[in-house]
């Protein structure tokens, strides 16, 4: 119910936007997230905001070079990344939980979308 798209091949200090969208009932009632997996390493926490749109968390290295928004007329949420560096090649995933604290943590969420890849070239 989940559709990441917006990745891409980009240069370091590009940009790039992606893209959630919800399907269904899923969006205006959870709290929504971006995750992200680099090959050989661990999914990591990228981005959270919660129904409202009003409150924003990011992990530290993409503070002030990303902003995740949404728009739940349409179903929508966002991801602009800036400044993108090497080390932001990931496959990008969104979630959606009923609750804060899942999104903040992953593992057992309500709803994963399909990954969409991002890659930085130097």
């Known amino acids: 119910q989940l559709q990441a798209s917006g990745g891409g091949l980009v240069q370091a200090g590009g940009s790039l936007r992606l893209a959630c969208t919800a399907s269904?009932?899923?969006?205006?009632?959870?709290?929504m997230g971006w995750f992200r997996q680099a090959p050989g390493k661990e999914r990591e926490f990228v981005a959270a905001?919660?129904?409202?749109?009003?409150?924003?968390r990011y992990t530290d290295s993409v503070k002030g070079r990303f902003t995740i928004s949404r728009e739940n007329a349409k179903n929508t949420m966002y991801l602009q990344m800036s400044t993108l560096r090497l080390e932001d090649t990931a496959v990008y995933y969104c979630v959606a939980d009923r609750s804060f604290g899942p999104v903040l943590v992953g593992g057992s969420l309500d709803y994963w979308g399909q990954g969409t890849q991002v890659t930085v070239s130097s």
């Open positions: 269904g009932s899923v969006f205006g009632s959870y709290y």
């Open positions: 905001i919660d129904i409202n749109g009003q409150y924003t």
